[in-house]
Nanobody, 128 residues
Framework: QVQLVESGGGSVQPGGSLRLSCAAS????????MGWFRQAPGKGHEGVAG????????HYADSVKGRFTISQDSANDTLYLQMNSLKPEDTAMYYC?????????????????????WGQGTQVTVSS
């Protein structure tokens, strides 16, 4: 059973930065497909960024490309989302999610349903 624990959310002004962390544990094997999703009030889960811990290029939603960076620290089993130039429309609950390979994509419609393991979420609020 994969456990995911997010941290790092908070409130910032527009243009500010935050770094989210997701500590993973309890998984078998050596690689996972991992993604960051967000959910704003009254909306469904939106895929933000994803990567395969075994290698390859990460992928990003157009809305965050150039501002957000997903990365991993394999030694500490931690996934990160560095968020820069934050905008009010980035306000949402952010979730870390994982599934065992094969990876199914983070940005396709309904991608959230393809992930089996979820963290509890961390709130990000961007407001002046």
């Amino acid at each position: 059973q994969v456990q995911l624990v997010e941290s790092g959310g908070g409130s910032v002004q527009p243009g500010g930065s935050l770094r989210l962390s997701c500590a993973a544990s309890g998984y078998s094997g050596s690689t996972l497909c991992m993604g960051w999703f967000r959910q704003a009030p009254g909306k469904g889960h939106e895929g933000v960024a994803g990567l395969y811990t075994g290698g390859g290029s990460p992928h990003y939603a157009d809305s965050v490309k150039g501002r957000f960076t997903i990365s991993q620290d394999s030694a500490n089993d931690t996934l990160y989302l560095q968020m820069n130039s934050l905008k009010p429309e980035d306000t949402a609950m952010y979730y870390c999610a994982a599934r065992y390979p094969p990876c199914a994509g983070t940005l396709v419609p309904g991608a959230a349903g393809l992930y089996n393991y979820w963290g509890q979420g961390t709130q990000v609020t961007v407001s002046s």
